[in-house]
């Protein structure tokens, strides 16, 4: 079972930074893939960034490509979503998840891959 914390929401101005945080907890954690999602109010959930744990690979949202940056520090079993030039179609709920080792992983985009997913921050970027 693994448990995802996440943290760093909140409510900022366009053109703000923002980076969230999410910690993941098990008593032995291993993952093909840690990723963020958001999901703004009627619409549906979609990739944000997604990372590899155990190879240089990541992929972006169009939408924020070139404006965030996804890391992680396998150490801290912790991955980060830095994001600036932030914009009002931003504003979602930020979800982290991982791709466990006993997932049915099919790609670092593709949603159905991860199986844990955190409760979920709210971003709010204000004009």
């Known amino acids: 079972q693994v448990q995802l914390v996440e943290s760093g929401g909140g409510l900022v101005q366009v053109g703000d930074s923002l980076r969230l945080s999410c910690a993941a907890s098990?008593?032995?954690?291993?993952?093909?893939?840690m990723g963020w999602f958001r999901q703004a109010p009627g619409k549906e959930r979609e990739l944000v960034a997604a990372?590899?744990?155990?190879?240089?690979?990541?992929v972006y949202a169009d939408s924020v490509k070139g404006r965030s940056t996804i890391s992680r520090d396998n150490a801290k079993n912790t991955v980060y979503l830095q994001m600036n030039s932030l914009k009002p179609e931003d504003t979602a709920v930020y979800y982290c998840?991982?791709?466990?080792?006993?997932?049915?992983?099919?790609?670092?985009?593709?949603?159905?891959?991860?199986?844990?997913w955190g409760q979920g921050t709210q971003v709010t970027v204000s004009s």
């Open positions: 998840a991982v791709a466990s080792q006993t997932s049915r992983y099919l790609g670092l985009s593709v949603i159905s891959s991860y199986d844990y």
């Open positions: 098990a008593r032995t954690f291993s993952a093909y893939a």
């Open positions: 990372i590899r744990w155990s190879a240089p690979s990541t």
